[in-house]
Antibody, heavy 117, light 109 residues
Framework: EVQLVQSGAEVKKPGESLKISCKASGYSFNRHWIGWVRQMPGKGLEWLGIIYPGDSDTTYSPSFQGQVIISADKSISTTYLQLSSLKASDSAMYYC???????????WGQGTLVTVS | EIVLTQFPGTLSLSPGERATLSCRAS???????LAWYQQKPGQAPRLLIY???SRATGIPDRFSAGGSGTDFTLTISRLEPEDFAVYYC??????????FGQGTKLEIK
């Protein structure tokens, strides 16, 4: 079964940093792009960026360039989303999702709720 | 920058009725790269449609979709109670590389 399992909920203070993990299983991790998506409370989906674990090629949304860092560790089939200098406005649910060849996201992690307060 | 606008914002219908949801792009989208998702409260989004009209694995055939260029549609032929949720369209290709519409909430009338 293809699965993405994300790290647990986080409560942080303003100014702190955070690294969320997304562990993949059930498919060839190196060969599929993994995207990250933010959903603020009661709001829609926002694409943050995407990484190809095979060579760590990464593309960011212009809206989030410089605000997030996406990385991958092939040895443990895990991608990461790093946020720094957290603000209350970073409070949101963050999802990782596996991209298909047709450029859609067919498998999603369960989400990681981040609260900055 | 491409913007996906979904309408209506909220659609109120009864089980058994037909639902038509729209997604309009501010510039042309390659049909191969238009997807639809369903999201229920407290859950991650679920892929329904990719390539503008192809159902994802396990999606019932009451869900259909189509369109091209700047106008795309998701249709649910006969609403089941479990279909009431928020629906998002998503494109790939134009800056930003991936983007989502703001969503349509399908609620029970």
């Amino acid at each position: 079964e293809v699965q993405l399992v994300q790290s647990g909920a986080e409560v942080k203070k303003p100014g702190e940093s955070l690294k969320i993990s997304c562990k993949a299983s059930g498919y060839s991790f190196n060969r599929h792009w993994i995207g990250w998506v933010r959903q603020m409370p009661g709001k829609g989906l926002e694409w943050l960026g995407i990484i190809y674990p095979g060579d760590s090629d990464t593309t960011y949304s212009p809206s989030f360039q410089g605000q997030v860092i996406i990385s991958a560790d092939k040895s443990i089939s895990t991608t990461y989303l790093q946020l720094s200098s957290l603000k209350a406005s970073d409070s949101a649910m963050y999802y990782c999702a596996k991209r298909t060849l047709e450029f859609a996201f067919d498998t999603w992690g369960q989400g990681t709720l981040v609260t900055v307060s | 920058e491409i913007v996906l606008t979904q309408f209506p914002g909220t659609l109120s219908l009864s089980p058994g009725e037909r639902a038509t949801l729209s997604c309009r792009a501010s510039q042309s989208v390659t049909s191969d790269y238009l997807a639809w998702y369903q999201q229920k409260p407290g859950q991650a989004p679920r892929l329904l449609i990719y390539g503008a009209s192809s159902r994802a694995t396990g999606i019932p055939d009451r869900f259909s979709a189509g369109g091209s260029g700047t106008d795309f549609t998701l249709t649910i032929s006969r609403l089941e109670p479990e279909d009431f949720a928020v629906y998002y369209c998503q494109q790939y290709g134009s800056s930003p590389l991936y983007s989502f519409g703001q969503g349509t909430k399908l609620e029970i009338k």
